[in-house]
């Protein structure tokens, strides 16, 4: 493992922070962003370097890693961030922000810089650990790339550029879609004057064992407005008339947006 190479990561949110720390762990030198400053001060508490603007980060970057709230977000750290970039310079995009969002990104970056979209499953206390399900697009994967998605958990390669990001809308989609059903079933099972432990217990022990898991997870932090957003996404592929459901039932509560995705359950 090559410690020796600048990392510049930009976004410290709920998962983009725990992994940076993890990073910082495994011996990095960082130099860290955040759109709220404050943020990276527990970082900067931890060894970190923090910058002011993205352009700041990876001026000196071997190593740029981006873990944003959308396509929006990537949008406009790469208007600060692509002057600065370095020949040699490997940018991985741990964000969901969806195929498209990675091809336009790749078109704009100068040359001799090259991309890798990889996108995470888990939440924030694997993200913490490095127990992180990594899903890499790019085939074959740079080793300075390969090395640094080690750290942060169990690397799929799933084949070329803007796969990573197809197969993380699949998957998140999949997960969203069945914790909503888990928490139609409890509906049911409520108006139906069944005990709620008694719906969970049976609903477990079936094939939506994981969704119910999720229902009711109590150390991840998943706020339904990002499950919305990551569901607008796969919508605007394909006629998807349940998840077109799922997206118009995560955001009928505003009340809810900052929460995690638990917070649905009856």
């Known amino acids: 493992m090559d410690t020796a190479r600048k990392i510049a990561f930009l976004g410290l949110g709920h998962m983009g922070a725990p992994m940076a720390r993890h990073l910082l ?5 960082l130099t860290v962003w955040n759109r709220t400053p404050g943020k990276a ?7 970190a370097t923090v910058a002011a603007t993205p352009a700041a980060a990876v001026r000196d970057a071997d190593l740029v890693i981006t873990m944003l709230a959308g396509p929006a977000a990537l949008r406009a750290v790469a208007e600060s961030a692509l002057p600065a970039l370095r020949p040699g310079v490997h940018w991985i995009d741990t964000s969901t922000v969806g ?10 970056l100068p040359e001799g810089v090259t991309l890798t979209d990889a996108p995470v499953m888990g939440s924030v206390d694997r993200a913490a650990t490095g127990e992180l399900w990594v899903l890499a697009g790019g085939d074959p994967l740079p080793g300075p790339v390969r090395e640094v998605l080690d750290a942060l958990g169990e690397v799929t390669a799933c084949g070329p550029a803007g796969s990573g990001a197809a197969l993380k809308l699949v998957l998140i989609n999949a997960a969203v879609g069945g914790v909503a059903l888990v928490v139609e079933a409890l509906k049911l099972g409520g108006s139906l ?28 932090h998943f706020p339904v407005s990002l499950a919305a957003k990551d569901v607008a996404l796969a919508t605007a592929h394909a006629p998807l008339p349940i998840l077109e459901s799922v997206h118009a039932a995560l955001t009928s509560r505003p009340d809810l947006a900052a929460r995690d995705l638990s917070a649905l359950r009856p």
């Open 99 to 108: 195929p498209e969002a990675v091809r336009e990104l790749a078109g704009r």
């Open 41 to 47: 001060d527990p970082l900067v508490a931890a060894g």
């Open 25 to 29: 762990a495994r011996g990095y030198g």
């Open 193 to 220: 004057g069944l005990p709620e432990g008694l719906v969970r217990t049976q609903l477990a022990r079936g094939p939506l064992a994981g969704a119910v898991a999720r229902a009711y997870a109590d150390a991840s």
